[in-house]
């Protein structure tokens, strides 16, 4: 059973920067697509950013493109989330999920992690 953990949520101002892990065990991740879902209070959850196995094929979704950057180190199970200029409407609990193929579908994902808050203040 793969188990995903996210961590390096927290609090920041208005322009600033975090970054996101989802660390994988259980089992390896490298065969898996991953991404990165998120949802804020009262809203359902989207997509944010999704990166193949073999992490050369990367998508996002048009509000965070350009300054989101998903990346993966497979030799660490680790997936990444490094957000920039973030504004007060990125805020939501951030998931990490994994899954045969990659999506911006979360019903193609059969793995998710509990989630990280984020919280942007303005």
């Known amino acids: 059973q793969l188990q995903l953990v996210e961590s390096g949520g927290g609090l920041v101002q208005a322009g600033g920067s975090l970054k996101l892990s989802c660390r994988a065990s259980g089992r390896t991740s490298v065969n898996y697509a991953m991404a990165w879902f998120r949802q804020a209070p009262g809203k359902e959850r989207e997509f944010a950013a999704a990166i193949t196995a073999s992490g050369t094929v990367k998508f996002y979704a048009e509000s965070v493109k350009g300054r989101f950057t998903i990346s993966r180190e497979n030799a660490e199970n680790t997936m990444y989330l490094q957000m920039n200029s973030l504004k007060p409407d990125d805020t939501a609990i951030y998931y990490c999920?994994?899954?045969?193929?990659?999506?911006?579908?979360?019903?193609?994902?059969?793995?998710w992690g509990q989630g990280t808050q984020v919280t942007v203040s303005s």
């Open positions: 999920a994994a899954g045969s193929i990659g999506s911006r579908d979360a019903a193609r994902y059969d793995h």
